[in-house]
T-cell receptor, first 119, second 111 residues
Framework: NAGVMQNPRHLVRRRGQEARLRCSPM?????VYWYRQLPEEGLKFMVY????????ESGMPKERFSAEFPKEGPSILRIQQVVRGDSAAYFC?????????????????FGEGSWLTVV | LAKTTQPISMDSYEGQEVNITCSHN???????ITWYQQFPSQGPRFIIQ???TKVTNEVASLFIPADRKSSTLSLPRVSLSDTAVYYC????????????FGSGTRLLVRP
């Protein structure tokens, strides 16, 4: 897990503010995934990105949420106008392979998560 | 992606072997089976992955019967530090990728 770096680890925002969560994938990885975990629940897929491209955002709420993975720098998950229901742990994961990767015997690595609390 | 079913929780004692079984009746031909471990306030950690028969690494063993409709994660001689949630995932990576996490199995190891 140490290879995927997420920050901040903990973030407190008031309702209506914006939250920005950053993820630096493991060295050599060009594929990033964001997951959300509500208390006492499993992880839910949000979005899959490659450098400068969103590949699959089917798990992302249509409003207020956006993600990017620029050519340079970390991946950013942005939540605008946060509400209390956005309070959760947000996990980023990365992998080194393109399509056909993980379940062909490769591994996806998760970061330690960013805990968002909306007050 | 195939749906998985696992026990919600299990209890064990230090030094025992723990077997967690996962059902995946609709597993597809190209699907692999992957297990993750998650401690509180941490990200999931890859444990083991397999396609059929038996896979063993330094942490666990994974038993997959011929019909692949279930799999069993075996943790030898558990310790208190093995208390965690264990997730079984089944799937393939087609044109896009997503991991579907179920509720997992909460393993409690007692002294």
């Amino acid at each position: 897990n140490a290879g995927v770096m997420q920050n901040p680890r903990h973030l407190v925002r008031r309702r209506g503010q914006e939250a920005r969560l950053r993820c630096s994938p493991m060295k050599g990885h060009s594929h990033v995934y964001w997951y959300r975990q509500l208390p006492e629940e499993g992880l839910k897929f949000m979005v899959y990105l490659q450098k400068e491209n969103i590949i699959d955002e089917s798990g992302m709420p249509k409003e207020r949420f956006s993600a990017e993975f620029p050519k340079e720098g970390p991946s950013i998950l942005r939540i605008q106008q946060v509400v209390r229901g956005d309070s959760a742990a947000y996990f980023c994961a990365s992998s080194p392979t393109p399509t056909g990767g993980l379940f062909s015997g490769n591994t996806i690595y998760f970061g330690e998560g960013s805990w968002l609390t909306v007050v | 992606l195939a749906k998985t079913t696992q026990p919600i929780s299990m209890d064990s004692y230090e030094g025992q072997e723990v077997n967690i079984t996962c059902s995946h009746n609709n597993i597809a031909t190209n699907d692999y089976i992957t297990w993750y471990q998650q401690f509180p306030s941490q990200g999931p950690r890859f444990i083991i992955q397999g396609y059929k028969t038996k896979v063993t690494n330094e942490v666990a063993s994974l038993f997959i019967p011929a019909d692949r409709k279930s799999s069993t994660l075996s943790l030898p001689r558990v310790s208190l530090s093995d208390t965690a949630v264990y997730y079984c995932l089944v799937g393939d990576w087609d044109s896009s990728y997503k991991l579907i996490f179920g509720s997992g199995t909460r393993l409690l190891v007692r002294p």
